[in-house]
């Protein structure tokens, strides 16, 4: 059976057998989903890499659909992350059944912890089967497991494995294709005996007003209800009796002081402890320092641990800026070669002007950046593998702590250094709703990608070269103010959204450091490979789609040449003409008379000619546009050009780079440098002054860092808070910062005379 | 004679102190996030990094807790 007819087959699809996999966050869920199914879904070295469902298929003759989900440390939800694992597995979503077969992923280096999830696991009354991995890092540790008792114990096949190194998987996949796996035993485990004489009522009840819920499920529904309120809440539309019975028993409890929200934590532990001290046996001393911890005296050291972490970003945005160049350079003149080619093989035309000066300079001036973006996926993929990148997280809280949010927000922010579309999703790991809000809402202040490209264009123009201290240099230097800028702002603004908007209780932070690995390098190198693949699609798609409409609002509507150009070209073809007839009355053949002329005459009907051209772009749409908008963004320092390419930037950032290259090649003829920067540096308003000046393109800088100029980042604020209220406040607080502070910036920096 | 313990916050245990969990001051929430990572009445942790920032050592793993929670979760020190 082929891949695609199962795609189609729709019968197989509803019978196709589906596999959970769940655990502990960073215990190797992912890595076991990506060797089953061939697929690349992200790995990391920190808790909390996945966050959302991901499936996919493991082949063989009877195909099986294996689902991916994020780590949970129990299966009482805190978390967005951690509802949708237990969503999965306890059915409770619409149009899902619950899966066939559940893979409880365990670290076994770490067993006590990780099997607490696994006893809540086989009270669904599944097919369970226990995958040990990380037995590797287990042996290293000095534990020796008895999996034959552990497996006993449990009631289900224990399957030792190290997924990283590809070791067991071929048992693991002989055990999830059997078709004769039981399911789990009942569990020989009880909760204290004042809450345990509730249960049956709860169960009979619960079986009664809902009896879609599995009878071997209900035990675990009553206890999550008994818990949890937003677990009560489920049950709402579908059991009310049974959700006032549980407020009842809950009140029973209360006044007798039994303290029943602990009591599912104790009657499993009570009876895990002792089985784990029979199972593992240990041959050092746990409290030793392991290497781990002797990297961590240093890295997480009060005074070199802040050091050390300012040093990396600093270093990556150097590296960033300037290691890129060489590449870079090299896709510049080949994308400069590729216009040439075209308008050499190409009949000269509207279609061949369309290719080479919306399309091909439109997309080339953004993928240029494509090295850039390479090494700052590099650097990040690093932080992640090593588990730097939890490190980060403890760092940081002290100072996270000040500014109104926890170390938890420290990923999901840093993340967004690279796109705040994943740093919005990496929020939900945060079980305080008012810090994720708030770090949903901050987290597009941190400079994104797409900011790079302006970055470099700008500060690589405008900037002074040189360095400081003879180390860093001063365009690096700039490059990590704007980052820095970006970063005190999302700071600034969480810090104003906690004491105003949500004024609460202080955030709480507890976070495991996992050891820290040998960065994997084929996994970095294939996150480079996807995430630049993603990169050079949005440059494909958005960038091409716009980089059309833009050349045609430049190119239209087509507008007769002004009296005053009309006369500078009638006037240089007057002289052309009698330059040639002199030339021809002393016997000079016509032909090559006028083609003499014509070489004298070239610079001032370049002249002419960009003119007639830049005439034709201030009367174009865009030019209507920037001209409408020049009045608002004249005082930021922005002539009608760049308020237009800001305008275009609003639905993706790199936009304007394309915008002001369609504007400034179709304004050009052809002769000058073809690089956009240099055009940007040569252009001046009509009374000679330099458009750019050094203030203008701080400001613009400044611009680009605050303002929110992404459809896809408020796409997903929407999807992610439920409304468009949040997208909403968002866009219109950091638009206005950004008019604001280059507002400032402009006219402080007039006043001050650096104009 | 042993001298008898009184619980006492974890922040106030030097490095290397084996400690004996007993109670958390802390809201529901919290302390049942702290017991999920392992940190449970009753178990014994080692005090691995105790500063403006504390990490402690549950089995093989290592928890990290901001110094305001750690001063709300009390036990008594083992003595081997
Ligand atoms: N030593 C060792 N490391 C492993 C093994 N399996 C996975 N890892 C590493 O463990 C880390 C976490 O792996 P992931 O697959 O991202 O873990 P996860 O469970 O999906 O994590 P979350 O999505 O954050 O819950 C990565 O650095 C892996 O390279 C193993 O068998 N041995
Ligand atoms: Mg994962």
């Known amino acids: 059976m082929s891949k695609s007819s199962v795609h189609t087959n729709l019968k197989q699809v509803a019978k196709l057998k589906r596999v959970a996999l769940i655990g502990n966050p960073n215990v190797g869920k992912t890595t076991v989903f990506n060797v089953l199914t061939g697929m690349r879904q992200k790995v990391g070295n920190y808790p909390g890499v996945t966050v959302e469902k991901k499936t996919g298929r493991m082949d063989g003759e009877v195909p099986i659909e294996i689902i991916d989900l994020p780590g949970s440390y129990s299966l009482s939800p805190k978390s967005l992350d951690e509802r949708i694992a237990y969503d999965v597995l306890s059915g409770h979503l619409a149009n899902e059944p619950r899966p066939d077969l559940v893979v409880c992923i365990v670290d076994a280096s770490n067993l006590e912890r990780n099997l607490y999830l696994v006893t809540q696991v086989l009270d669904l009354g599944l097919p369970v089967i226990v995958a040990l991995n990380m037995m590797d890092a287990a042996e290293a540790a000095g534990l020796v497991i008895d999996l034959k008792l552990l497996s006993e114990k449990l009631g289900v096949p224990v399957l030792p494995m190290s997924a990283s190194k590809n070791e067991g998987i071929g048992k693991l996949k002989y055990q999830i294709r059997r078709t004769d796996l039981t399911v789990a035993p009942e569990r020989s485990w009880t909760l204290m005996p004042a809450v345990e004489v509730e249960i049956p009522a709860l169960i009979q009840i619960l079986a009664e007003e809902a009896p879609k819920v599995p009878e071997r499920q209900r035990f675990i529904e009553v206890l999550q209800c008994l818990t949890s309120d937003t677990m009560l809440d489920y049950w709402n539309k579908w059991a009310p009796n049974f959700q006032k019975e549980v407020q009842q028993a809950r009140l029973r409890l209360l006044s007798n002081k039994v303290p029943y929200q602990q009591a599912e934590v104790i009657g499993r532990y009570g009876w895990l402890s002792p089985l784990v001290a029979q199972v593992v046996t240990r041959k050092k001393n746990v409290g030793d320092a392991s290497v781990s911890d002797k990297i961590d005296a240093v890295l997480t050291h009060r005074v070199f641990g802040p050091l050390f972490f300012g040093l990396i970003l600093l270093l990556i945005f150097q590296a960033v800026f300037s290691w890129a160049t060489p590449l870079m350079d090299l896709i510049e003149s080949s994308v400069i070669g590729l216009g040439a080619i075209i308008r050499a093989s190409f009949p000269a035309g509207m279609a061949t002007d369309l290719l080479v000066d919306g399309v091909v300079s439109g997309v080339g001036n953004v993928v240029v950046f494509l090295p850039q973006i390479l090494l700052l996926f590099f650097f990040l993929g690093l932080m992640e593998d090593t588990g730097y990148m939890a490190r980060s997280a403890f760092i940081m809280d002290r100072l996270m702590s000040r500014v109104g949010l926890g170390g938890g927000s420290v990923v999901p922010l840093l993340s967004s250094f690279a796109c705040a579309i994943p740093g919005i999703m990496a929020a939900r790991t945060l079980a305080n709703p008012k810090d994720r809000l708030i770090t949903i809402m901050v987290a597009p202040l941190m400079s994104c990608s797409a900011r790079l490209p302006v970055y470099t264009l700008f500060i690589a123009a405008f900037l002074p070269t040189g360095k400081v201290l003879g180390l860093i240099t001063f365009q690096g230097l700039a490059m990590f103010s704007m980052y820095l800028l970006g970063t005190v702002m999302a700071f600034v603004a969480s810090m104003v959204l906690k004491r105003i908007v949500f004024k609460g209780e202080s955030s709480f932070f507890a976070m495991e450091l996992p050891p820290y690995r040998m960065p994997r390098f084929k996994q970095i190198f294939w996150r480079m490979i996807d995430r630049s693949k993603a990169f050079v699609i949005r440059a494909g798609k958005i960038i091409f789609g716009m980089s059309i409409i833009l050349w045609g609002l430049a190119r239209f509507p087509v507008t007769e040449p002004s009296a005053e150009i009309a006369l500078l070209r009638s006037s240089a073809d007057t002289v052309f003409e009698q330059r040639v007839d002199s030339l021809a009355s002393i016997g000079v053949p016509y032909a090559e008379a006028s083609e003499q002329i014509g070489a004298e005459m070239a610079s001032r009907y370049r002249r002419v000619d960009a003119a007639e051209a830049g005439f034709q772009i201030e009367h174009s749409f865009i030019g209507k546009i920037g001209h409408t908008l020049e009045p608002v963004m004249r005082p930021l320092g922005f002539d009608w050009k760049i308020s237009a390419g800001i305008v275009s930037a609003f639905a993706a950032r790199e936009v304007i780079i394309s915008a002001l290259a369609t504007i400034y090649s179709v304004g050009d003829v052809g002769e000058d440098s073809p690089l956009l920067r240099e055009k940007l540096k040569a252009d001046t308003y009509p009374n000679g002054d330099p458009v750019y000046t050094p203030l203008v393109a701080v400001s613009l800088l400044v611009f680009f860092v605050l303002a929110l100029q992404c459809m896809s980042t408020l796409a997903i604020a929407k999807r992610e808070t439920n409304s468009w209220k949040w997208p909403a406040v968002m866009w219109l607080y950091m638009t206005g910062l950004a008019y604001l502070f280059s507002l400032i910036i402009y006219q402080g920096g007039m006043a001050l005379g650096w104009g | ?80």
Do not use: W, Y
Request: glycine content about 8%; hydrophobic content about 45%; some cysteine.
């Open chain 2, 1 to 80: 004679m042993s001298p008898i313990h009184v619980p006492q916050p974890l922040t106030s245990f030097s490095t290397g102190v084996l400690v004996q969990l007993a109670f958390f001051a802390l809201g529901d929430p919290e302390a049942q996030r702290l017991r999920e990572l392992g940190v449970i009445e009753g178990n014994q942790i080692h005090i691995l990094k105790n500063g403006d920032s504390f990490v402690c050592c549950v089995e093989s793993s290592r928890i990290a807790l901001r110094r305001e929670v750690a001063m709300n979760v009390f036990g008594t020190p083992v003595v081997l």
